[in-house]
C-alpha cells in the first residue's frame, strides 16, 4: 500500500471515530414504551401524587382560626387540621379506620391512601361528613352513618324576597310576584314573550338543540333590601344569531345533532340584548332603561343601596373603550354618573371597586399607566387621594378595614431586582401612607384569604423553590405557624430539574422579557435538543409559571421527557406589568410570537444544547391561533407546529375577548393577521386539532383554515374529536395528549412514534 493511500486510509478512519462521536452524542434513543412512560409520570394526575405536602388550600372553620385541607403524602391522599391558636397541623381523623367503615357498609374494597371523596364537613360536635355514593355519610367516634341523598328544597324557578313575604317567578316570558301568606298572584309585565323575555340571561354554554328547541330557562332577580323593589332585565333575542354545531358522536343517533348557542362575533349587531328593568311591588309600576342596553356578552350586574333607593354599578361601553360608576334613583329614575374613565385602546373589565360606609369608594384603575389605588368622593366622583402610587400592579384587594381606615393588597413589580411577576402582600393607609410590605421572602406569594379574618394562608414558592406553606398574621405579616413544606424527593430520585428561569431582550430591543424553559430528567448537555414553543400569548395573562405548582403541573414537563427542551416566554402585550407593556398587542394580536422568535435565539446563543435549526410551537385556544402564526408569520424558524381549538380569524371568535383587546369596530388588522388569509405562508409541518363541539371556541374557524391550506396547495394534518368540546390535550393527558406528543417525535424529533399506544394515567 502507498503512503497516499495509507494516509487517506488513516484520515478516513479517523473521520468515521469523529463521526461517530459525534453522532452519539447528538441521536436520540429510538422511541419505546418506557419514553412514554416517563412523560406520563408528569401528567397532572399522576405528579400531584408524587409530591408531598405540594401546597395548603385551606377551608376555614367556623371559628376563624383553624381551617382544614387536603393533600398526598407518603402515605396518601391525606386531610388536615390546623389550629391557629394552638400552632397545631395533625391528621383531622383516622384514615384506616374510616375506609375499613366504608369497606363494610358499601360492600366495596376502600384503600386508606385515596378515600373517594375531596371534601368535608367538620362540625362543632367533632362529627366529620362527607357526600358519596349519593349518600350523606356521618364519621364519628368510630361509628359511620349514612343517609340517602334528597333533591333539594331550593326552587331555582322561584326568588324569595328578604322578608320572605314575596316569592317572584316568571310566566309566560312576563314577571309575576305571589303574596306568601294570601297567596296573591300580581303580574308585573305585560309585553313579555318568546324572545323578549323577562327576568331572565343567556348562560355561556346554554344549548339549543335541533331546529326549533327551547333554551334552558333561567331566573335572575335582584331584590332591594326593603322586599319592595325587583331590578332585573329583559333578554331580547329578536335579532340575534346562533352559531352552530353538529354533534356527530352521539351512539344512539344516526344523523347529526344540530345545537346552537348565541355567541356573537366582533361587530355582530344581531346580538342578544339585555335591558335593565325595575319593578316597584306596591304600585305596579317598572321602568325600563334602555340607554343601558348592552350586548349580553358585556354583561351588567347592580347593587342595591342600603336604603332601597339607589342602585350603583360598573358599566362598560361596547368596546371596551370607556366605563361608567352609575347610581340610579329608582324613585326619580334619574342615573348619574358617579365616575368616567376611558381610553384610547381598553379599559380593564375587572377593575378594583369598593364602596365604603363613609361616602367614598375605593378605585383601581391604569389610568396613570399602572394599575394603582384611588380614594375617591361617591357624591362628586372626585379625588380625595391616591393610596398606591408607582410603577407597579395592584392585583387584588384582600381586606378592606374601615374601621381602621387601612387596606390589606396584594401587587407585583414594586420590589426592585425581582421578578416583577412575582406577587407580595402589602397594608397601606387609606392616605396612602403607611405603605407596608408583608410577605418580603423572594418568592410568589400564592395567597388565601377569606373567613380567617385576622389570618391569612400563604403558599410561597418559585419554579425551582418548592413551597412554603404558613400562615400569617394579617396585621403584620408575620408567620405565626408553617403548615408544611413540600418535599420533592420523588422528584429528586427521578433525576428531576426544575424550570430554568431566563431573561432575554425583546423585540423592541430595549425591554427585558422572562421566561423558562425545561430539559428531560435524563438531560445530557452534550446532547443538541430540538426546541418546542408552548405559548398563549393572550394580552388578558401572563402564562409562563411562577410558583411551584404550576411549573410542576403542566404541558411543558410532559413534552420534556419525550427528548425536547420546551420555552414558555411573556413576550410584549402580555398582562402583569403596566397598560404601555400591555397595549402593544392592542390591534396586535398577531405578533405576539416575535418575541420569542427573539427570546429563544438569544437563549440558544448561551445553550449550546439548543438546536434553534429545529424549533416547533404548540398552543390550545388563544394558543392554538398564536401557533398557527406562528408557522406563516416565522415559516423559516418554526419548523412544526400543533394548533388545537385555536381561534384563527378573531372575526369569528367570541366577540368580547377580540373587541377588547383586538379592538372595535373590526378594521383592517383583523383581516391582516388572520392565519386563515395567510395560510399560503406555510412551509413546515401542522397539525390542526379542533373538538366537534366546542361552543368556545367554534371549530368554523379551523374548517376555513383547513380549506385555504387546502387551496393554497398545502400539506398539512388535520384532527377532530366528534365529541369533545373545548377541553381536551389538557394536563391530564388523553387521546390527543399522545397525539401532539407523536406529532413533534416524529417531525421535530425524526423518529418514529409507537403506533396505537394508550396513555398510563
Known sequence: MSNLHIFNYLQFRYLLVVLLTFAGQNSFAQITEETYHKAEYFLSGN??????????????????????????????????????????????????????????????????????????????????????????????????????????????SVSISPDENWKAYVKNFNLFVENQETGEEIQLSYDGRKDYEYASYWGWSDMVLGENGLRPEHLTINWSPDSKKIQTQIVDLRLAEKMLLLDNSQDDKFRPQLMGYYRASPGDTTVVMYTPVVFEIETKENTKFPGLSLPHFMGMYFNWDADSKHMFGTYL??????????????????????????????????????????????????????????????????????????????????????????????????????????????????????LELLTPENAFHDISYGRGEDYFIDNYSTVNQPTVSVVRELKTGKIVHEVSKADISNLLKKGYQSPKQFTATAKDGKTTIYGIYYVPTDFNAKKSYPIIDYTYSGPHTDITPKTFRAGLIGLQQPMAELGFVVVTVDGLG???RGKAFNDISYNNLGDGTTDHVFAIKELGSKNKFMDVEKVGIFGHSAGGYDAGRAMLLHPDF????????????????????????????????????????????????????HGGIDENVNPSATFK?????????????????PSRNHSFGRTDGDYFTKKRWDYFIEHLLGEEPIRHYQIQK
Open 47 to 156: 405528579i400531584q401524587k408524587e409530591v408531598y405536602h405540594l401546597d395548603v388550600i385551606p377551608n376555614w372553620l367556623d371559628d376563624k382560626k383553624s381551617f382544614w385541607h387536603q393533600t398526598y403524602t407518603k402515605d396518601g391522599k391525606r386531610f388536615f387540621i390546623t389550629d391557629i391558636e394552638k400552632g397545631e397541623t395533625k391528621v383531622a381523623f383516622d384514615h384506616e379506620v374510616l375506609a375499613k367503615l366504608l369497606s363494610e357498609q358499601s360492600g366495596g374494597s376502600i384503600n386508606s391512601n385515596n378515600l373517594p371523596f375531596n371534601r368535608i364537613q367538620l362540625n362543632g360536635d367533632g362529627a366529620l361528613s362527607f357526600e358519596w355514593l349519593n349518600k350523606n355519610w356521618t364519621y364519628a367516634d368510630g361509628s359511620l352513618e349514612s343517609k340517602r341523598i334528597t333533591a333539594g328544597s331550593r326552587d331555582g
Open 317 to 434: 361601553e361596547r368596546g371596551f373603550k370607556s366605563f361608567d360608576l352609575l347610581e340610579i334613583n329608582t324613585d326619580s329614575k334619574e342615573i348619574r354618573k358617579v365616575y368616567s374613565e376611558s381610553s384610547p385602546t381598553h379599559v380593564n373589565n375587572n377593575n378594583i371597586f369598593r364602596r365604603l360606609d363613609n361616602g367614598q369608594f375605593i378605585l383601581g384603575t391604569e389610568k396613570s399607566g399602572w394599575n394603582q389605588l384611588y380614594l375617591m368622593d361617591w357624591q362628586t366622583g372626585k379625588l380625595v387621594n391616591r393610596i398606591t402610587n408607582g410603577d407597579y400592579v395592584v392585583k387584588n384587594l384582600l381586606k378592606v378595614d374601615e374601621e381602621n381606615s387601612i387596606i390589606y393588597f396584594e401587587a407585583a413589580g414594586k420590589e426592585k431586582d425581582i421578578n416583577p411577576y412575582y406577587s407580595f402582600v402589602y397594608k397601606v393607609n387609606f392616605d396612602g401612607t403607611g
Open 574 to 576: 402580555t398582562s402583569g
Open 638 to 689: 418554526y419548523k412544526v407546529g400543533v394548533a388545537s381549538a385555536g381561534d384563527h380569524d378573531h372575526r369569528m371568535e367570541k366577540a368580547w375577548w377580540p373587541e377588547m383587546y383586538m379592538g372595535y369596530p373590526v378594521g383592517d388588522f383583523y383581516h391582516e393577521q388572520s392565519n386563515i388569509t395567510n395560510a399560503a405562508n406555510l412551509k413546515g409541518h401542522l397539525l390542526l386539532a
Open 705 to 721: 383554515f383547513a380549506e385555504a391550506l387546502i387551496k393554497a396547495g398545502k400539506d398539512f394534518d388535520l384532527f377532530i374529536w
